[in-house]
């Protein structure tokens, strides 16, 4: 199995930023496509960014593009996901996932999942 532990949440007022952060325990990390996924109260889990394995491919949802961007370093087993111009319509809870597989994919199936972390945008 693959562990996920996400980070870097908190408050923040509307137009800031925040990186979170998503460490991996597996060895395979590097072979794995990687995706950050939220979920609001009251509302389903979306889909917000995903990377391909080696870094080269990635992927945003509409809400997000240009504003969030994912990143990773497979030398640290780290998968990032930088966010900016921050609206209150980001509050959410995010989630760290991996798929078994090389290919980012939006929305596909992902194996594991991380315990997420707390992201407020508020003034």
Not at 7 to 12: E, Q, T
Not at 27 to 34: C, L, N, P, T
Not at 52 to 69: E, I, L, N, Q
Request: glycine share 10%; proline share 2%; hydrophobic share 35%.
């Amino acid at each position: 199995q693959v562990q996920l532990v996400e980070s870097g949440g908190g408050l923040v007022q509307p137009g800031g930023s925040l990186r979170l952060s998503c460490a991996a325990s597996g060895r395979a990390f590097s072979v794995y496509a990687m995706g950050w996924f939220r979920q609001a109260p009251g509302k389903e889990r979306e889909f917000v960014a995903c990377i391909s394995a080696s870094g080269a491919t990635t992927h945003y949802s509409d809400s997000v593009k240009g504003r969030f961007a994912i990143s990773r370093d497979n030398a640290k087993n780290t998968v990032y996901l930088r966010m900016n111009s921050l609206k209150t319509e980001d509050t959410a809870v995010y989630y760290c996932a991996a798929r078994t597989f090389t290919v980012c994919l939006p929305n596909s199936r992902y194996d594991y999942w991380g315990q997420g972390t707390q992201v407020t945008v508020s003034s």
